[in-house]
């Protein structure tokens, strides 16, 4: 059985006309789970998958371009009256407190040595620094490996937690000539050198700030990678 990733928002820190902020869905035979929930990913998300068959939601980190939609998710959840496994770092402790609401989430700290088991997926995490705490996951079968990072400064350990991963989604939050003002974000080119140090097989890009054009992110990516670099595209389905 393969593993199948659906893109249901590719920006941030906000999205474009139409657009959507960080949500992505890891398919494995009938398990789902969804990673990261930013604004307009529900909308997105329905169209691929009824949200009482989620079997978990995992939260990178607590930034709003992540997690926005869980907020209004939760009014769905609590009318059908499910609880969804939901894992999320504890800090900052009061974003935290915001996700509890009447027990639609049955809500589980993440932490660096978690090890999660979900369907015939096993699910590792690693602290990636960035503004908040973050963790990148590491999601695996019998023979495929997937990571994706959250977000993320630019952290030699990123290339031994991806290290030949089948697909590494890696957010590329900006374009490197505004690195000199130490975003908390790695640039497309930083991206590329981490996929090409890790030798992941496909390298997907992700997290695109609507301030560049898509066509800037392909000339600062271009000829960076030796595998396969895809640009994530909003509501399409990949292979793992
Ligand atoms: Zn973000
Ligand atoms: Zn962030």
């Known amino acids: ?104 989430f049955d809500i589980c700290e993440i932490y660096q040595d978690l090890k999660l088991t979900i369907g015939q997926l096993s699910i590792t995490f690693r602290e990636f620094k960035h503004v908040l705490r973050n963790y990148g996951i590491c999601i695996e079968t019998e023979n495929k490996k997937f990571v994706y990072t959250g977000d993320m400064i630019y952290d030699e350990n990123i290339i031994e937690f991806a290290s030949n991963s089948d697909v590494l989604l890696i957010e590329a939050g900006v374009l490197h000539r505004d690195l000199k003002f130490n975003p908390p974000h790695l640039s497309a080119k930083q991206a590329c050198e981490i996929g090409k140090k890790s030798k992941v097989k496909k390298l997907f890009l992700t997290h695109f700030n609507p301030e560049y054009t898509i066509d800037e992110y392909i000339k600062e990516s271009i000829n960076q990678f030796d595998g396969l670099l895809v640009l994530a595209t909003i509501m399409k389905t990949y292979q793992i």
């Open 1 to 104: 059985m393969e593993m199948k990733l659906t893109v249901l928002g590719n920006n941030g820190p906000y999205p474009t006309a139409n657009g959507a902020c960080s949500g992505y869905l890891i398919e494995h035979d009938d398990t789902k789970i969804l990673l990261d929930c930013g604004n307009g990913v529900m909308s997105n998300l329905l169209n691929v998958c009824d949200i009482m068959k989620l079997d978990a939601i995992i939260l990178t980190h607590l930034h709003p371009d992540h997690i926005s939609d869980i907020f209004i998710m939760r009014y769905a959840l609590q009318r059908k009256g499910i609880q969804i496994p939901l894992y999320a770092p504890s800090s900052p402790s009061d974003e935290y407190k915001r996700l509890e609401y009447k027990n639609v």
